[in-house]
C-alpha cells in the first residue's frame, strides 16, 4: 500500500506491526450513528449491523492513517487535487475559464501561504502553480482572439 504524494507514490512501512483495528462494540455503533436521522440500531439485520460494524472499523483504520501521516503531505495532496481539478476544466468543451481561475486562485492561496511548510513537496507545487497559471492566460487569449 502507498499514499500518493506530488512526489510520487510514498510505500506504506509493512514492516511495523499494524495497530488491532478496534473492535467496535454496540456503545460505538450507537455513538457512531447517533448524528445520522432515521437509523434505529434495533430495526437493523444482524448482516446489517455487521455491516455497518464492518464500515465503522474500516473508517477508524483510514483516519488512524491520516493521523500518523505528516500533515504537509495530507494537504500537498488536497493541494495537488486543486491542480487537477484547474487542469480538467481548462481542457473540457466548453473550457470553463471561471471554475479553472477558482481552482488556481485556490492552490495559489494555499501554496503562497503555506510556502516552505510543504517541505520537499513546495517545488513541485510551485511549478504546478505556474503551469497551470501559465495555460490559464494561454487559453483566455486564445478565447480573447476568436
Known amino acids: 500500500m ?5 512526489d510520487g507514490e510514498i510505500p506504506v512501512d509493512r514492516s511495523r506491526p499494524a495497530a488491532p483495528e478496534p ?13 445520522i436521522e432515521g437509523i434505529d440500531i434495533d430495526q437493523l439485520t444482524p448482516e446489517q449491523r455487521a455491516e455497518l460494524e ?14 500518523e501521516t505528516p500533515a504537509a503531505a495530507v494537504i500537498a495532496n488536497h493541494a495537488m487535487g486543486l491542480y487537477e481539478l484547474a487542469a480538467i476544466k481548462l481542457q ?4 470553463q475559464l471561471a471554475d479553472a481561475k477558482l481552482a488556481i486562485d ?4 494555499v501554496v503562497d501561504i503555506v510556502g516552505d511548510g510543504f517541505g520537499p513537496d513546495t517545488p513541485t507545487l510551485r511549478q504546478a502553480l ?9 487559453i483566455a487569449e486564445r478565447g480573447n482572439d476568436a
Open 130 to 138: 505556474s503551469q497551470l497559471q501559465m495555460a490559464y492566460v494561454q
Open 2 to 6: 502507498s499514499l500518493w504524494t506530488p
Open 92 to 95: 473540457t468543451q466548453p473550457i
Open 106 to 109: 485556490c492552490l495559489a492561496a
Open 23 to 35: 473492535e467496535p462494540s454496540g456503545d460505538m455503533l450507537a455513538d457512531g450513528l447517533a448524528g
Open 54 to 67: 464492518q464500515a465503522m472499523a474500516q473508517m477508524a483504520a483510514v483516519q488512524q492513517q491520516i493521523a
